[in-house]
């Protein structure tokens, strides 16, 4: 059974749609991760990046439902996204709430919200789905469509695909080369440091959390407005914790993040090539997820190696008057010479 799976594996990454699946399906991820990026520099694992995703993919289809355009509906989402974005700064930092603890509360009450609403606002059961529901146009890019192999692989996507990959630039350069980002950074190395230089650390941490709602939502409003024209229950799968992951193995640097976004979108893309082979699809639902969990892994066993590694070397770089004599026990102080 490996034999023809891998045949058929390798013969579609090589395919120009692979390429653009991968691209599909990086999108929402990318604006999911960068916003665990933003509050992962004030010092925060922001968990409820996947309530954040589910709100944003509600109220974009349900707003895009009522309206008829599917931009009022990106604003609901954006909206939803800051406002959640708000609701978990002020539980964390104004109420001392623990952020893992507020995170999962945030994304099971946004789940179980987007339920209730389907149910009272449009009887709805599982899902929102209308010919009402209207998706985000495409791009045509004139100069890289007619390009064999490149045009195919980057033409024809959402727009927010492009905006996606705007951000990661946007993202490094606010962090890097404005006060703000510099804010940012100093909150999440030491509050106490950047409050004595003169940072608003309470504003920042909320401004930041509002912008990881924001993104997170766009990201949740891709999914169902971007590529798809519905909303159902469970329909962000997850991406959410996959976009912690990402933030996690890139060290929440945004060029880094993205190309951990990028492995996991191809990780997805995969799997679902795999759904028309012989393979269990148990197993092919779980590669996503899997390769997360092996990714935070094998971060941690990289950094504690170099933990180590700086350790030793700190020890050999020690002056000889500085280190206590081998038959000194550790905490002892060694008699004096005269």
């Known amino acids: 059974m490996s034999g023809p799976v891998s045949a058929l594996v390798v013969q579609v990454t090589s395919s120009a749609e692979f390429a653009q699946s991968t691209m599909s399906f990086a999108a929402p991820l990318l604006f999911a991760a960068l916003g665990a990026l933003v509050s992962q520099r004030v010092g925060v694992f922001n968990v409820g990046i996947e309530g954040f995703m589910t709100a944003g993919a509600f109220f974009a289809a ?40 507020v995170g999962l509360g945030i994304s099971t009450a946004c789940s179980g919200l987007a339920a209730y609403l389907l149910l009272v606002v449009f009887d709805r059961e599982k899902a929102l789905i209308s010919p009402k529901i209207h998706t985000l146009p495409k791009v045509d890019l004139p100069v890289v469509r007619d390009i064999p192999v490149l045009g195919g692989i980057v033409n024809g996507h959402s727009v927010l695909a492009y905006v996606s990959l705007a951000c990661v630039a946007v993202v490094a350069y606010v962090l890097r080369r404005t006060s703000f980002g510099l804010g940012v950074r100093c909150i999440g190395e030491s509050p106490e440091a950047a409050a004595s230089a003169g940072v608003r650390v309470e504003r920042t941490r909320y401004l930041v959390f509002v912008l990881s709602g924001v ?124």
């Open 215 to 338: 993104l997170a939502a766009v990201g949740g409003a891709q999914v169902s407005i971007g590529y798809l024209r519905l909303f159902q229950e469970g329909m962000t799968a997850g991406q959410g914790f996959i976009a912690l992951s990402a933030s996690v193995a890139g060290a929440a640097v945004p060029v880094l993040v993205l190309a951990a976004v990028l492995v996991f979108a191809a990780a997805r893309a995969v799997a679902v090539v795999l759904v028309t082979s012989s393979v269990p699809p148990q197993f092919v639902q779980m590669v996503p997820y899997a390769m997360a969990i092996a990714a935070i892994v094998l971060i941690a066993l990289v950094r504690r190696a170099r933990q180590r590694r700086r350790s030793f070397a700190l020890r050999a770089t020690r002056p000889e008057d500085q280190r206590p004599p081998s038959h000194v026990a550790p905490g002892v102080t060694a008699p004096s010479a005269e």
């Open 62 to 101: 349900a707003a895009t439902y009522y309206t008829g355009s599917p931009w009022l509906g990106l604003l609901a989402a954006i909206v939803a996204g800051a406002l959640l974005g708000l609701v978990m700064a002020f539980c964390v930092f104004a109420l001392g709430g623990d952020e893992v603890v």
